[in-house]
């Protein structure tokens, strides 16, 4: 057949085709290169796919922990009002699965609630292990699902893959740079300690000042006498700087240092402290001026005052 005649077929029918009129001829079907694999059973809808649940598998991830009652709530959840948003993944082509970035317990729930098919959102193969790990923690830290040492793993995971300094990793995420190394410190502890916050019998505050203390065995002598008589924050916070006095005071001839006016970054804002005179500019005199003001805040509160 000439070129010329080939082409005068092809535009006939393509004018039969936009009268309305069919061909006796079937319909060539074209197949995707790799569509036995990425594209089996798979429907798409805008910038959504909807994946079947058995061409997914899962990566270790920053959440290690999944409370099987809240699956459960979630997957009966999914059958009465369906999916809200979309689970991240990106296609492995060694293994020819989708890999989740993001959404395991949304995956969890699915297979749970008898699902065939879950939408995703797909991100290109070649993502990096940053971008990824980046993606992960920005939604566990907006849905705030991770115990405080998976969240501290998260942020020195995320840090660490893509060469970023906490200040770095704080704009990410658009919070205070105070709120990214208060977290990080939880990692100084051991392992045993680590295991009671997650159990939740040290809090996050008491964990914080615990990690203040350079000497593991100090760290854990403390973290254990806090477990055993129950020692509140405020408890644990006061006998830390009671084992941390005799340090700060062992130079004698060394003059203590002059601060005219000290800010303090936290999660919450910043607090300002502006000693009267130049006896109280030193680190002892703030640390009096914040407990007298916890005092006075707490006597406020207690009374509901306002102002």
């Given at each position: ?114 699902w065939s098919r879950i939408e ?35 942020f020195q995971d ?150």
């Amino acid at each position: 057949m000439s070129k010329s005649k080939a082409f005068l077929e092809k535009l006939g029918s393509q004018i039969d085709e936009s009268l309305g009129k069919r061909s006796s001829r079937p319909a060539e079907v074209i197949e995707h290169p790799s569509r036995s694999a990425k594209y089996e059973g798979r429907t798409r809808a805008k910038d959504v796919a909807e994946i079947p649940l058995d061409q997914i598998i899962v990566d270790p991830q920053h959440r290690e922990q999944f409370d099987e009652s809240e699956i459960q709530s979630l997957a009966d959840d999914l059958n009465a009002h369906g999916l809200i948003q979309a689970i991240v993944v990106r296609w492995d082509s060694p293994r020819r699965k989708y890999v989740i970035i993001a959404g395991e317990r949304r995956y969890r729930a699915a297979q749970r609630a008898g699902w065939s098919r879950i939408e995703c959102k797909e991100k290109p193969e070649n993502i990096t292990p940053g971008e990824i790990a980046e993606i992960q923690l920005s939604e566990n830290f907006a849905r705030k699902h991770l115990n405080p040492i998976e969240l501290a793993k998260a942020f020195q995971d995320v840090i660490n893959k893509n060469n970023w300094t906490a200040r770095d990793l704080a704009k990410r995420l658009g919070v205070n740079e105070t709120t990214v190394t208060r977290q990080l410190r939880f990692l100084k502890l051991p392992d045993d300690i680590q295991q009671s916050i997650i159990a939740g019998k040290i809090t996050k505050t008491a964990a914080r000042e615990i990690a203040r203390l350079k000497d593991t065995q100090a760290q854990r002598q403390l973290a254990a006498t806090a477990v055993n008589e129950n020692l509140t924050s405020n408890e644990v916070t006061t006998t830390v700087s009671q084992q941390q006095q005799p340090r700060r005071h062992s130079k004698r001839n060394r003059r203590p240092k002059l601060i005219k006016t000290c800010r303090l970054q936290t999660e919450f804002g910043e607090v300002t402290l502006t000693p009267k005179s130049k006896a109280e500019a030193t680190y002892p005199h703030m640390e009096s001026m914040l407990t007298q003001a916890l005092e006075e805040i707490r006597h406020r509160i207690a009374n509901n005052v306002r102002y």
